[in-house]
């Protein structure tokens, strides 16, 4: 099994910038893939980025795209999210997932980690 753990979320002003970390253990070497997903309370989960757990050009949902990047650091087995010029609709509780190969759905999640974005 895999377990992730986000961190660095909080609260910053629009126009700002944070940077999410997702540090992963247990079996890392079955990791594929990893995402980032976003959900605010009564909506939808919804995908904002992923890439190849070995690396990769990471993609991005519309909503994020320029102002988002994606890394991973296989060395300290850590995905990141960098967000810049965040918006109040960025406002969610974002969480990192994970997949083996041949699985199809994101099947290793975090708690989450709250991120607030003021007007």
């Known amino acids: 099994q895999v377990q992730l753990v986000e961190s660095g979320g909080g609260l910053v002003q629009a126009g700002g910038s944070l940077r999410l970390s997702c540090a992963a253990s247990?079996?890392?070497?079955?990791?594929?893939?990893m995402g980032w997903f976003r959900q605010v309370p009564g909506k939808e989960r919804e995908f904002v980025a992923g890439?190849?757990?070995?690396?990769?050009?990471?993609y991005y949902a519309d909503s994020v795209k320029g102002r988002f990047t994606m890394s991973t650091d296989n060395a300290k087995n850590t995905v990141y999210l960098q967000m810049n010029s965040l918006k109040p609709e960025d406002t969610a509780v974002y969480s990192c997932?994970?997949?083996?190969?041949?699985?199809?759905?994101?099947?290793?999640w975090g708690q989450g980690t709250q991120v607030t974005v003021s007007s």
């Open positions: 247990g079996r890392t070497d079955s990791i594929y893939r």
């Open positions: 890439t190849r757990w070995s690396g990769g050009s990471p």
């Open positions: 997932a994970g997949r083996r190969l041949g699985i199809n759905e994101y099947e290793f």
